[in-house]
């Protein structure tokens, strides 16, 4: 008996050996070794070893992990084997988060983008919404200014609403998280970023929803698309300990040229005399400031990070301590944040598996008065007169002695004033899965996020806008907690080997409770005690509480045959406290199919075509981001002589419902040559309906308006996402990756409840024109010389039949000298024939709406060196600059550009044609709204760049690390534009949908240089 189970036992032989990912030597817990045609397999353990019995006949290993190429390894006489892996950079073949859930990318219907952590590894970038700038075809991002933790906006695919939020819904590891300016104190057109305070050290990837049909799942939150992060996660293994920093300057990247003192005070009095006034005396002919040199600086910026990571089977844990640090390149701004996170999941059993997510920031920022505002340090420099010294011999803050003007010192209100606003946040979740029977997955998740926002200000006496009250103080506390509960059964199966069945049923509960409080006060003992405590008159108290709430139930169906016919449908049902008693309950609906053409046996000839999907779908989607409020009859607190009352102050609407989307997509994802070149081609066409807006009531009801949905937007676009890999070098060989994306999107106003509403500066909401349309005169040429008026007044006399009316002029009256239009004047032009100017000759005149928007990204490598750049642009949008409006004004004594060189003078000296007489008091109204401040705001920037190095393994072992890498960066290097701003990113009214593409006095984006340190420990 014993000599015949000897020839069997010598055919089973042991194996053992180990895997890793051999990019890094790093060990992978959990990968697959198997026996190739057989059953016979093991898991790696924590460290990456194996052992496994090879039965009789088998010959090849197949190594398997998930994010790396599979390998067969053919099995020689040797006992151990060390394996090492290659990661998978083809993007068809990744699996990607979808809402309440994970998806194979092949089986994908939607139109999904997909950012990963590398791609901004190392940035200084302050929130997740600049992470996403360029990087996504659909979605366009402005940096609305370089205010330190200021305010972004995200659109993905365009502009949904009118009056309602914009934004997208951010979700973070499955709880929807807050996000816009909680800021109750107004300083200018740039608000608070409240997504500032989520440290993107801590982001894995981000999965942009951008359809309605992938969107619909969110309900009435995902009508502006669904911007999915998700955290890293610790994994099973040796401890990891990763410390990240990088230290750098960042310096202004363009000023403007102003008129020296001497030359500004002489224009002046030029145009005092041009309309037949006496100068201001008193300017000073030997002072010039520069205020872009005094407010702009070389300001630091650092980040650090420290990560750790690991587990093993049971339980995995990542923890980092992240600290950064950011100097405004404007003097008086800066933002810093301390933050950290803790990632735990632990299986309790193999039926139970449990985890929470936590990440909690401090941040602090130091704000200036920005944009719109006469104590603006940014308007100041480009208002005030360089005749005005920063500080005067003896001492004192300089001003404008003349009292024209009431622009502030600049250097004094960023040196003098205090703002600081100071954010704590907290992020989090708990879950709890179990798998009661196979395929049936029960999961309910907690979620929280907390936002207490403290801001205090204090002005001195000092300042121009205390001194009379002896000094100034606000402080406002503002706090949002939100809550949820979903709860989610998923149940997976395949039958019959080909029919794979995914189902998904949940429910859950939403709520968002607000509370603030601010108090002002005036008239302290002195400018060292600034708590609003020691001012002696109380000149407002406010306080206010709103709360919210938001009950749904939601379903998926996914179904696929042989992952070649893919079905997808999916609804939820929204209840909302926001709106009428009649409207509180909604639909949203979404159905999406796909066809793996590749797949198909007809073209299995085609061995060049690696992957050829077509998808198709439909969704509808709501926007809830309205008022708490908006469709109640409400009755405020009113007051007579000291008597406290209430009076009436909204109009009710019963009817009043959220703002829908319905949207259809087509899409085809290709690959070619083994995927080295994949990518996808998607076109929309969506129509927003029921758009909240004001209509205008009989002021017999005793209300001015009430809040209906009568507004539509109409949207289409198409969007082009390329990956090659244009060389694929392996062990060290050379390699180079482009991803190239862009976008061409266009929407249109279809109903709005009154027609032709001014916004902004020179914007306009008008039906038939897209959002951001601009609205003004057309600039025609300088009138030369009087004749030429005379000419154009006889005309309009013409033509209005009174030929002798000498009360008819084309523009304004030109009977007096100087006054009214005067040769070197604008003449505008006659748009409507009456041959008069009038505000019936104003039409749009431009749209903020670029033609197309994109970006690119190249990352080569080669032998533990890598550069990566990543170029983003803009291409036929307008930038309507306000700023010109003054710098370029010549009609009051504010600080005017250089530019003025060449303004009219004379026939004779006529200057470049564009630019009119200097004018006191702007008698012909040359700086009306007009397209003589509409510029092409195009660009193309050199986001980044990035440029690292590897360290040997001999080296980094004998320093007793994993891994080191060294690395310098830029951001903002190169800006190519003709626009002749400071910034063509920027936009004042930077949280609106009407008033899009404005730049006025706005604070503009740095270019920043770094040194960046990676050690693995």
Do not use: C
């Amino acid at each position: 008996m014993i000599s015949l189970l000897q020839p069997a036992a010598a055919q089973v032989r042991s194996i053992s050996g180990r895997v890793f990912d051999r990019t890094n030597g790093e060990a992978l817990p959990g990968a697959t070794v198997l026996v190739k045609g057989t059953s016979a397999g093991v898991s790696t353990n924590s460290d990456g070893t194996f052992a496994l019995d090879v039965p009789a006949g088998g010959t090849t290993l197949v190594i398997t992990s998930v994010g790396y190429l599979p390998i067969e390894q053919a099995l020689g006489k040797q006992q151990r084997l060390d394996i090492g892996l290659a990661p998978d950079t083809k993007t068809l073949n990744e699996v990607v988060v979808v809402g309440y859930g994970e998806q194979s990318k092949t089986l994908i219907t939607t139109a999904v983008s997909t950012i990963d952590n590398k791609q901004f590894q190392g940035q200084p970038a302050t929130g997740v919404d600049q992470i996403l700038q360029g990087r996504a075809s659909g979605v366009q991002v402005t940096s609305s200014s370089g205010t330190p933790g200021g305010g972004v906006s995200v659109r993905i695919r365009g502009n949904n609403s009118i009056t309602a939020g914009s934004q997208p819904l951010y979700v973070v590891d499955g709880t929807p998280v807050l996000s816009g300016s909680y800021s109750d104190i107004g300083v200018g057109g740039q608000g608070l970023n409240a997504l500032s305070d989520i440290n993107p050290n801590d982001i894995a990837s981000i999965e942009i929803l951008k359809d309605a049909s992938a969107a619909a799942i969110y309900g009435s939150r995902g009508s502006n698309g669904v911007v999915l992060i998700t955290t890293k996660r610790g994994q099973a293994g040796r401890t990891k300990l990763n410390f990240d920093m990088y230290v750098g300057t960042q310096e202004v990247i363009k000023k403007r040229e102003a008129l020296p003192g001497p030359e500004l005070v002489a224009l002046i009095g030029e145009a005092y005399n041009n309309t037949g006034q006496a100068p201001p005396a008193g300017l000073p002919t030997d002072v010039n400031t520069n205020w872009q040199d005094e407010i702009f600086r070389k300001a630091p910026i650092s980040n650090y990070t420290l990560t750790m990571s690991g587990g093993d089977a049971k339980t995995k844990i990542l923890a980092t301590a992240s600290y950064f640090d950011q100097k405004g390149i404007v003097i008086g701004s800066g933002y810093k944040r301390g933050s950290g996170r803790l990632n735990i999941d632990y299986n309790v059993s193999d039926k139970v598996k449990t985890g929470f997510n936590v990440g909690l920031s401090r941040s602090l920022s130091n704000r200036i008065y920005n944009d719109n505002n006469i104590y603006g340090v940014v308007s100041g420099s480009v208002l005030l007169g360089s005749y005005v010294p920063v500080r005067n011999a003896d001492g004192t803050w300089g001003k404008d002695e003349t009292g024209l003007t009431p622009v502030a010192n600049p250097v004094q209100q960023a040196t003098e004033a205090i703002f600081d606003s100071r954010s704590t946040r907290l992020v989090g979740n708990a879950f709890v899965e179990y798998e009661p029977i196979r395929d049936l997955l029960i999961r309910s998740n907690f979620g929280t996020d907390y936002i207490n926002l403290k801001e205090d200000q204090f002005e001195p006496s000092t300042l121009p806008q205390a001194s009379a009250s002896r000094g100034a103080g606000t402080s406002n506390s503002r706090s949002e907690v939100l809550w949820l509960n979903e709860t989610t059964a998923r149940y997976n199966r395949t039958f019959a080997n080909d029919h794979n069945l995914s189902l998904l049923l949940g429910a859950g509960v939403q709520s968002n409770y607000q509370e603030g409080q601010q108090t002002s006060t005036t008239n302290f003992p002195g400018n060292d005690i600034r708590t609003v405590g020691a001012g002696a008159v109380n000149v407002g108290a406010a306080s206010d509480i709103t709360e919210w709430a938001l009950v749904s139930g939601f379903a998926r169906f996914n179904y696929d045959y042989k992952g070649k016919y893919i079905f997808q449908a999916s609804t939820r049902r929204d209840g909302s406290s926001r709106f009428g008693r009649n409207q509180q309950y909604g639909w949203f609906p979404a159905a999406s199919v796909a066809w793996r053409v590749g797949q198909e046996n007809f073209l299995s000839g085609f061995t060049a075509l690696s992957e050829l999907k077509l998808r198709a779908g439909y969704g509808r989607t709501g926007n809830l981001n309205i008022g708490n409020f908006a469709s109640r009859g409400l009755w405020s607190p009113s007051y007579y002589g000291n008597y406290a009352g209430l009076a009436p102050s909204q109009f009710g609407n019963d009817d009043l419902t959220w703002e829908k989307s319905g949207e259809y997509n087509v899409g085809v994802d290709y690959g070619f040559f083994d995927n080295r070149i994949i990518g996808s081609v998607n076109g929309f066409s969506r129509k927003s309906i029921d758009l909240l807006l004001n209509r205008q009531v009989p002021s017999s009801s005793g209300y001015s308006t009430r809040a209906e949905n009568s507004g539509e937007v109409t949207s289409k676009g198409l969007e082009f996402d390329l990956t090659t890999e244009n060389f694929r070098g392996s062990n060290g060989a050379f390699s180079w990756t482009t991803n190239l994306n862009l976008s061409f999107i266009r929407n249109e106003i279809t109903q709005l409840a009154t027609n032709n509403q001014l916004q902004g500066f020179g914007s306009i909401l008008k039906v038939g024109q897209p959002l951001g349309a601009f609205y003004g005169y057309r600039v025609d040429r300088i009138y030369q010389n009087v004749e030429e008026i005379k000419a154009d007044d006889q005309a309009a006399r013409d033509k209005a039949g009174k030929p002798n009316d000498g009360s008819i002029f084309y523009q304004l009256s030109s009977a007096i000298p100087g006054k009214g239009t005067s040769p070197g004047d604008i003449r505008f032009k006659d748009l409507n024939g009456d041959g008069r100017i009038t505000s019936a000759d104003q039409e749009v005149i431009g749209s903020a709406q670029p033609k197309f928007f994109g970006g690119m990204t190249n990352t080569l490598s080669w032998k533990g060196i890598d550069l990566s750049f990543f170029l983003q642009f803009t291409y036929g949008n307008d930038m309507y600059n306000s700023t010109k409006d003054f710098g370029e004004s010549m009609s009051t004594v504010y600080g005017q550009f250089a530019t003025v060189r060449d303004r009219w003078k004379s026939e004779a000296q006529p200057g470049n044609g564009k630019i009119p007489r200097a004018a006191a008091g702007d008698p012909n109204s040359n700086r009306r709204d007009s397209d003589r401040y509409l510029e092409d705001g195009s660009y193309a920037r050199l986001k980044t760049a990035t440029l690292g190095y590897n360290l040997p393994s001999q080296l980094v072992n004998k320093a007793h690390l994993q891994s080191a890498r060294i690395y310098v960066a830029g951001q903002n290097l190169l800006t190519f534009t003709n626009y002749s701003g400071l910034d063509p990113e920027v936009s004042t009214f930077n949280t609106t949908n009407t008033a899009l593409g404005t730049d006025f006095l706005t604070f503009p984006q740095a270019r920043t240089y770094q040194l960046g340190v990676n050690l693995g420990f």
